[in-house]
C-alpha cells in the first residue's frame, strides 16, 4: 500500500507560480512512477505529468511544469509556472509501477486526495 498526500496549492495570480508536493508513504517510493493529473468539476481526469527515470509531460505544460522527485524524501514535485487562469482545478497525484511512464489514469494504482489550484485572472 501506498499512502499520497499533496500539498502546496493555493490561489496565485494568472502567470504566477506554485510548487506542489506529494508525499509517499512506504519503503518501495523509487520503484513507481509518479504521475500527476488534474480534474475540473463535469470533466475528465486529465494528465499533466509523470515521472521515473524519465519525464513525460502534457503538451499544454511543456516548458512551463517541471516534475521531479527526491527518493530520499519519498516526494514527488511539481513546479508550476506562468500559470494559466484555465489551468485552475484540483491536482492529484498518483503512484504506480510501470517501467515508463504513464498517460493513463486508470492505470494508476494510489491516488492523493487531490490539492485545488486557483490562477485569477
Known amino acids: 500500500q501506498v499512502q499520497l498526500v499533496e500539498s502546496g496549492g493555493g490561489l496565485v495570480q494568472a502567470g504566477g507560480s506554485l510548487r506542489l508536493s506529494c508525499a509517499a508513504s512506504?519503503?518501495?517510493?523509487?520503484?513507481?512512477?509518479m504521475g500527476w493529473f488534474r480534474q475540473v468539476p463535469g470533466k475528465e481526469r486529465e494528465f499533466v505529468s509523470a515521472i521515473n527515470w524519465n519525464t513525460d509531460y502534457a503538451d499544454s505544460v511543456k516548458g512551463r511544469f517541471t516534475i521531479s522527485r527526491d527518493n530520499a524524501k519519498n516526494t514527488v514535485y511539481l513546479q508550476m509556472n506562468s500559470l494559466k487562469p484555465e489551468e485552475t482545478a484540483v491536482y492529484y497525484c498518483a503512484a504506480g509501477r510501470f517501467g515508463v511512464p504513464v498517460r493513463d489514469d486508470t492505470l494508476f494504482d494510489y491516488w492523493g486526495q487531490g490539492t485545488q489550484v486557483t490562477v485569477s485572472s
Open positions: 512506504g519503503r518501495t517510493f523509487s520503484s513507481y512512477t
